[in-house]
């Protein structure tokens, strides 16, 4: 019922999904380099970040296993090891928190939405005041029930 109340005359065509992959593709970057920083920081390196023109050149270096990839003054790095299971986990935790987003966005302004609710005025008009005021404890049971507040 919902659906058929507002049809929408422009069809998807690949803006929507080409944002939504280079948004996820961004998402996985960001998430090697916030896991190789995580394993520096644990080996005792601190906190490093590559500048902007460095997040997509290092990757290949990173995906080696060189921890030290677009670093400035990388100092001590992680070892291999260490580098690939932070980036394994930093990469994971962002994909899912990036798919429950993306849940969340879509229910709320996907296809199958909920269309809203009527105004007061809409109801009123609609429903025509003396009714809403016979039917209050159906409409709003919390304030108009059987028990007496």
């Known amino acids: 019922m919902q659906q058929d109340r507002l049809k929408n005359p422009h069809p998807w065509t690949y803006e929507i999904p080409l944002a939504v992959v280079l948004t ?11 896991g190789r920083a995580v394993a520096n ?6 906190w ?3 500048a902007a023109t460095q997040l997509f050149p ?4 990173l995906m080696r296993g060189d921890a030290g990839a677009g670093l400035t003054d990388p100092g001590v790095v992680a070892g291999p090891e260490a580098l690939t299971t932070w ?3 930093a990469s994971a935790v962002n994909l899912l928190g990036s798919l429950a987003l993306g849940c969340v966005v879509y229910r709320r302004w996907g296809p199958n939405r909920l269309r809203g609710m009527a105004s007061r005025a809409e109801a009123a008009s609609l429903l025509g005041l003396p009714r809403l ?3 209050r404890a159906v409409i709003r049971p919390d304030l108009h029930g ?3 507040r």
């Open 24 to 34: 996820l593709v961004l998402v996985a970057v960001l998430g090697v380099h916030g």
């Open 58 to 61: 290092s990757l290949p270096a």
């Open 41 to 46: 920081l644990l080996a005792g390196g601190g």
């Open 146 to 148: 059987k028990d007496p």
């Open 87 to 89: 980036m394994s986990i």
């Open 48 to 50: 490093g970040w590559p």
């Open 133 to 135: 005021r016979r039917h």
